[in-house]
């Protein structure tokens, strides 16, 4: 990477772009017709701008963004269908996870717009999330016949206790920014014409301070064993893509494609 060159990463469908100015590496994730959900080859170029980042020392900062009005609507669900079960390598989305989780500089997130499954829980990895007015997150997996990913139900209990991480995962419902906010999963919140504005000034001033202090600090604020993180994220992966091979999720795919609510519990007599 060179500073103020921004690079386009060319994919079948969505991409991911990158710019690196002022020691602020910024991502931002780019599918506009489907509301940048991500797809496998976007999840292989940001983890490898992840972990390119981690050793760059021109690299303070990252920000992580969604162009245009949207965050990310989470998983390309039309990629499920053309994933490799037999494979036994990790999926893309795990290897983006777990260079997230591991990513040992300060992590910022423009969250503007929907902020839907793996949009709501790549948060729990970030440093500090400002976000849009209108944003909306959900932890939708339960609803799709599915569980939680990213090491959210590690996170999440430790994070807002027992009682409202179970409403978060197992209703499955929107949430606004400002109960986002109150969950602390959020910092702050801005009208949309001032976030870029606010996440680029926080950039800079992290940018500005000692890049060891800040990497030794965020290590000791991340007080979770590491191991304990990633074997989660494995876990809750293998349970993931059983799921995926089952009538539930099955049922939801269905009814997403034509437009429907689905009903799991249709039984022929």
């Known amino acids: 990477m060179e500073q103020d060159n921004k690079t386009q990463n060319e994919l079948k469908t969505g991409t991911i772009h990158e710019c690196l100015n002022k020691h602020i590496l910024t991502l931002t994730m780019s599918n506009p017709s489907k509301k940048n959900a991500i797809n496998y080859e976007m999840y292989t170029s940001l983890s490898r701008a992840l972990d390119q980042a981690a050793t760059n020392q021109d690299v303070h900062v990252v920000v992580l963004a969604g162009e245009g009005s949207s965050f990310t609507s989470g998983n390309d669900v039309n990629a499920f269908e053309k994933r490799d079960a037999s494979s036994s390598e990790p999926r893309a989305s795990i290897v983006f996870l777990k260079s997230l989780a591991t990513f040992p500089k300060p992590i910022i997130a423009k969250v503007n717009g929907v902020a839907i499954g793996i949009g709501s ?138 437009k429907r609510k689905p009903n799991f519990h249709s039984q022929t007599v």
Do not use: W
Request: net charge negative; with cysteine.
């Open 121 to 258: 829980t790549m948060l729990l990895h970030c440093d500090l999330v400002y976000a849009s007015q209108g944003s909306i997150f959900q932890f939708p997996f339960v609803n799709l016949g599915l569980v939680p990913e990213a090491g959210s139900s590690y996170i999440l209990p430790r994070l807002l206790g027992f009682a409202r991480a179970s409403e978060i995962i197992l209703l499955g419902e929107k949430f606004s920014a400002d109960q986002a906010k109150n969950y602390g999963l959020v910092n702050e919140i801005f009208e949309a014409t001032e976030l870029d504005q606010i996440v680029d000034d926080v950039a800079i001033k992290l940018a500005h301070k000692p890049s060891q202090a800040l990497q030794l600090s965020k290590k000791l604020l991340r007080d979770m064993p590491i191991d304990d993180l990633l074997n989660r994220i494995d876990h809750e992966s293998t349970i993931f893509s059983h799921c995926l091979q089952g009538s539930e999720f099955k049922e939801a795919l269905s009814a997403f494609k034509e």
